[in-house]
């Protein structure tokens, strides 16, 4: 048997009250060798103190695994300075970490077994199968479809499996990463370009849609910074490198450009000329609404939310993305991962 350890950082969301007990409860239920050590990465701010009380409910679910789990401190830095907190607690071979709002399957422990034990010399991570249950009877919404992108992720760290040795030599996760975005398939990237191999496993471990406000989807631009620093560690093409897509920001772009020049010239007096860009503007961003709008349900809130929302992302997008260009122009790019 190899044994491992499982990794959870987690916000103990109180919008969510519900999802690290659950998350931590699947994992007790789950039939296999159990993990030798849980560590639970606290990562909320200090200030305000936390409130303990939600924290030690979902530790209660636990069971037997409870005199298995330790509770770090995080420094509220992000997920990936979590994981990495994590990691420096793992003396197993293996770390797997997970999400706090998955809930693994109920044979997770004994497939994840055969994933490891399966796992040649020159594979450093294995990741999980990650499924996200949409709505039957009728068509998802926006929010649930970019949910379930998630299932197409090639390298999703809401379940990961990597060997403890290599990733403490590769440095662990990059902490420049602040958000739940990137951070997974940078280190899957410099760990391939120094010639391990991250192999596909059979575990299956189930997302569900987390509710979200209306405007989430806007929040979710903030990514693009992300992709500028992806942009300046692995080149301009690591879209396909990470089988990732590529995304509207071009397209973001020219119509935040299209708005932003009706503006200046209908201030400077050309309204001709304002009046192309703003049916540029129009045309960009009623294409952008449609695209959203005609796979999902066709509610009168769901056409109101993405109406709303696809006025505001492309100009969040772009903003986002050239900031995260300025802000990482001088990133330096990380040493290759020994063998």
Excluded at 152 to 176: C, K, N, Q
Excluded at 179 to 198: F, K, M, T, V, Y
Excluded at 233 to 242: I, K, S, V
Aim: with cysteine; charged share 25%.
């Amino acid at each position: 048997m190899t044994p491992y350890a499982v990794v959870v950082p987690t916000l103990v969301r109180d919008c969510l009250p519900d999802c690290l007990p659950d998350c931590l409860a699947a994992l007790a239920a789950a039939r296999g060798p159990r993990p030798e050590r849980i560590v639970l990465v606290d990562d909320r701010p200090a200030t305000p103190v936390p409130d303990p009380e939600p924290l030690e409910h979902a530790l209660s679910v636990l069971g037997d695994l409870r005199a298995r789990t330790t509770v770090l401190p995080g420094e509220a830095r992000g997920p990936a300075a979590a994981r990495n907190t994590g990691l420096r607690a793992v003396t197993e071979p293996w770390v797997v970490f997970l999400d706090d709002d998955v809930q693994v399957g109920p044979h997770w422990c004994a497939q994840l077994r055969r994933d490891l034990d399966e796992a040649t010399p020159d594979t450093a991570g294995v990741p999980g199968v990650i499924t996200v249950p949409l709505p039957g009877g009728r068509r998802p919404t926006d929010w649930e479809r970019g949910t379930a992108g998630l299932a197409r992720a090639r390298w999703i760290s809401a379940d990961m499996a990597y060997r403890t040795g290599v990733l403490r030599r590769a440095g662990g996760f990059d902490e420049r990463f602040p958000r739940a975005h990137r951070e997974d398939a940078d280190l899957a990237l410099r760990l391939l370009d120094s010639g391990w191999r991250i192999r596909r496993g059979r575990r299956t471990t189930l997302h569900p849609v987390r509710p979200a406000s209306r405007w989430a989807s806007v929040g979710k631009q903030r990514g693009h910074a992300d992709d500028a620093l992806m942009r300046r560690l692995h080149g301009p093409d690591w879209w396909e490198r990470a089988v990732s897509p590529r995304g509207r920001i071009r397209r973001h772009a020219a119509i935040t450009a299209a708005g932003a020049a009706a503006c200046a010239l209908a201030a400077t007096g050309h309204r001709r000329a304002a009046a192309a860009c703003a049916a540029g503007w129009a045309a960009g961003t009623a294409e952008f609404a449609r695209a959203r709008i005609a796979p999902g349900p066709r509610t009168p809130e769901e056409v109101a939310t993405v109406l709303a929302t696809s006025v505001v992302i492309p100009p969040a997008a772009t903003w986002h993305r050239l900031a995260g260009a300025w802000r990482h122009r001088n990133a330096p790019a990380w040493r290759e991962v020994a063998r």
